[in-house]
Structure formats: structure tokens, C-alpha cells
């Protein structure tokens, strides 16, 4: 595989579903893993094809299973409920990180968090802090709206793009 190829595939596991993507081709060997191991996939057995090579056999892509602390699989929910779970998930609206950094919920560690869940925001108020090479970048809401979810943990890191909160418009 070139650089060219390599680079297609890479951008084609980060916009799928995969927790976890392994690929031989005679001496070429990839491994990837991604953030996404805690996400359940709906189809477990994804094939992904790039143009000029073989498409993957299923079960050539595996997906990583939840694990619950004590060391066992988790079980899955019903899928009704997954269904359910996802539309109300898909009427709230994302705020997410413009930057790689260290997520912060607040200006220090004795202060208390900019918002919380069930707070009512404004555009262009300040939601959290991104710090990035030394610099802590204020993060403002470009919508309104009520928090309903914050997604990340305080003082984890976070990718660009990375949704940040959840916020219901209405």
C-alpha cells in the first residue's frame, strides 16, 4: 500500500462506526484503534473497500465489546431501546471542541463548573475551557438552549470536533 492509500483508509475507519480495524496484505500488516470502543456497532462485520484494493471479508473488522469493571462483557440493550435512546439524542443539538486540548468544565479547580446539566445557555456564552499548548481557550456556545448531557469528563483530553455537550434548542 502507498501513503496515498494508507491515508484513504485511515480517513474511512475515523468516519466509520469501528472500535477497532485490522488489515494483512502479504507483508503489510495495519492495526487501529480507535476512541469509539465504547460505542456498540450496529453491524459488527463492516466491509470497507478502497479503490484499487480487495474489499475486507467479513469479520476481517472486529469491534471491541464493552467490558464492565469487574471484567466481564456488558450486555447489550434491547434494540428498542437503542432506537429509542438515538431519537432522542438526534432532537438535541452538539456543542463541540474547535481544538485539540485538555477539557476543563471550569476556570480552576476550586471554582465551580461553567455550566451544568439543566442549565439554560446563550449563544455566545462560555461553556468550558480547552487548554492548548499552555494556553486555555474559553470555549463559547453558538447555540441556545438547555444542557442535557456533558459528554466529556473534567480534565480528559479531547479531539477537534469532539462533542463537548449536549443542549435541547427548545
Known amino acids: 500500500m502507498n501513503y496515498k492509500e494508507i491515508t484513504e483508509l485511515l480517513k474511512l475507519i475515523s468516519d466509520s462506526h ?37 474489499a475486507l ?6 469491534v ?8 466481564g462483557q456488558v450486555e447489550a440493550n434491547p434494540k428498542e431501546k437503542e432506537d429509542v435512546q438515538e431519537k432522542e439524542e438526534d432532537k438535541y443539538l452538539e456543542i463541540k471542541s474547535p481544538m485539540v486540548g485538555t ?7 476550586d471554582k465551580p463548573p461553567f455550566v451544568k446539566v439543566g442549565d439554560q445557555i446563550e449563544k455566545g456564552s462560555v461553556v468550558c475551557i480547552v487548554e492548548a499548548m499552555k494556553l486555555f481557550n474559553e470555549i463559547e456556545s453558538e447555540i441556545s438552549g438547555k444542557v442535557v448531557k456533558v459528554v466529556v469528563e473534567d480534565a480528559a483530553p479531547v479531539e477537534y470536533d469532539q462533542v463537548l455537550f449536549l443542549v435541547d434548542p427548545s
Not at 495495519?30 to 480487495?54: A, E, M
Not at 477539557?103 to 479547580?109: C, L, V
Open 18 to 54: 469501528l472500535s477497532e480495524f485490522k488489515m494483512k496484505d502479504g507483508d503489510f500488516e495495519l492495526s487501529v484503534k480507535t476512541d469509539k470502543y465504547q460505542k456498540k456497532s450496529k453491524d459488527k462485520n463492516q466491509i470497507i473497500q478502497i479503490p484499487g484494493t480487495q
Open 57 to 62: 471479508q467479513p469479520g476481517a473488522a472486529e
Open 64 to 71: 471491541a465489546q464493552p467490558v464492565s469493571p469487574s471484567g
Open 103 to 109: 477539557f476543563y468544565r471550569s476556570s480552576a479547580p
